[in-house]
């Protein structure tokens, strides 16, 4: 006698048919929009301020239209970046943290004509993410370059309004005064604008070489150099050591890189005033011979 047979009910969590999906896509309430540079910097595609000039050139699209600053963007809206789609996030993502120790002779960028070696090339691959460099250092400086997948806090440590510390080691041929470093300290006019150091100490060298170690809130280019430049004297060597809240670490060598882990990247982002994504963070995994960065 063959037993009665109830009809087979889908599980919630199982997976719906192409079909389904799309219905259920096109009745779900509708997600709260975000302002589209947000949007794009979320979802790794550069940096807000990247993002703000992009659409200002207009090389982004929305439905068709041509984008204006401001512009709000949900999930049904289909956004174009020169042409070519980008597929945004508007859940909670994890945010990633890389840190790298940059070598002279890189550029920072993705691409080269030149075909020069670029930090990116020794940047881990993602998947529907990209890394976003925060600041940049010139092809003959090395030292700390960070990285991460989130374009927010990206755009944090970035913006000149944060006014984030950047800690430089300069080496120069010759030595600064005493009128030299309060000059420094003060402010000095340079052909782009006013410049001044938060801090300026020796450390150290030896004959015609000296050491100093100084602190500066925003990053215009070469402007390191050109402050010392100033006062004519050459800048032989300079290593960025520390950025905002990230310093560094001794034992990180020249090429190796990093990626943070859970309790760091939330600290990072509360420092940014950022609240940490409420996902459990995956720990990265430090290359070998490596610790963890120190924290200020």
């Not at 919630?12 to 799309?22: E, F, K, T």
């Not at 075909?115 to 940049?136: E, H, Q, S, Y």
Request: overall charge positive; charged content about 30%; proline content about 6%.
């Amino acid at each position: 006698m063959s037993r009665p047979t109830s009809p087979i009910r889908r599980s919630p969590s199982a997976p719906m048919g192409r079909a389904a999906s799309r219905l259920q896509q096109a009745t779900a309430p509708e997600a709260a929009s975000e302002r589209l540079q947000k949007a794009l910097a979320s979802a790794g595609v550069g940096s807000r301020r990247e993002m703000e000039e992009w659409i200002t050139q207009g090389r982004v699209q929305v439905n068709g239209e041509t984008a204006l600053i401001g512009s709000k963007v949900g999930p049904r809206d289909v956004v174009k970046v020169s042409g070519r789609r980008v597929y945004l996030r508007f859940d909670e993502k994890r945010t990633r943290i890389l840190i790298y120790h940059k070598s002279e002779g890189e550029i920072v960028t993705r691409d080269d004509p030149k075909g020069r070696p670029t930090v990116f090339d020794a940047l881990p691959r993602l998947r529907g993410a990209k890394w976003i460099a925060i600041g940049r250092l010139d092809f003959n400086t090395d030292g700390l370059m960070v990285f991460t997948t989130s374009g927010e806090l990206a755009n944090n440590l970035m913006h000149p309004r944060f006014e984030v510390e950047r800690e430089y080691a300069v080496r120069i041929l010759g030595e600064l005064s005493e009128d030299m470093i309060a000059q420094l300290l003060a402010g000095i006019e340079l052909e782009d604008g006013p410049a001044q150091l938060q801090s300026c100490f020796a450390a150290g060298g030896e004959g015609v070489n000296h050491w100093y170690r100084v602190i500066i809130k925003e990053g215009r280019k070469r402007e390191v150099r050109r402050i010392f430049e100033h006062f004519k004297l050459t800048v032989s060597r300079l290593t960025r050591i520390r950025f905002g809240p990230i310093a560094l670490p001794p034992q990180l060598r020249r090429g190796q890189k990093m990626e943070l882990e859970d309790d760091l990247v939330a600290r990072v982002l509360d420092w940014a005033d950022m609240a940490p994504s409420p996902r459990r963070q995956m720990r990265g995994v430090p290359d070998k011979h490596t610790r963890k960065p120190r924290m200020r």
